[in-house]
């Protein structure tokens, strides 16, 4: 079993920022890509941002030289910050994260957070 829980979401004015953060925790032996995804009402979900283990990241257009992600691997926590937010970037921020629960297992791609509502008005 393993969970991802997501922390850092909010109400901000436009120019403001976040930092969202997302943990996983169970039984884990590897993480392997983690990336944070966004879905606003009426759009389909959309890669924000993504980090492989060897810390090669990918943005999506629409966010480059505003947001950073990060990882910090002994914690098994990825961390979105978020500058310089716009209206269009509110949303509902999912965690996503490709794990190995051993050494003997094949990595499953399906964890998901439940979920950080961002909310930027003006």
């Known amino acids: 079993q393993v969970r991802l829980v997501e922390s850092g979401g909010g109400l901000v004015q436009s120019g403001g920022s976040l930092r969202l953060s997302c943990a996983a925790s169970g039984t884990i032996f590897s993480i392997n890509a983690m990336g944070w995804y966004r879905q606003a009402p009426g759009n389909q979900r959309e890669l924000v941002a993504g980090?492989?283990?060897?810390?090669?990241?990918n943005y999506a257009d629409s966010v480059k030289g505003r947001f950073t992600i990060s990882r910090d691997n002994a914690k098994n926590t990825v961390y979105l910050q978020m500058n310089s937010l716009k209206p269009e970037d509110t949303a509902v921020y999912y965690c996503n994260a490709d794990i190995r629960y051993s050494a003997w297992s094949p990595s499953k791609s399906n964890h998901w957070g439940q979920g950080t509502q961002v909310t930027v008005s003006s």
């Open positions: 980090i492989n283990s060897g810390g090669i990241t």
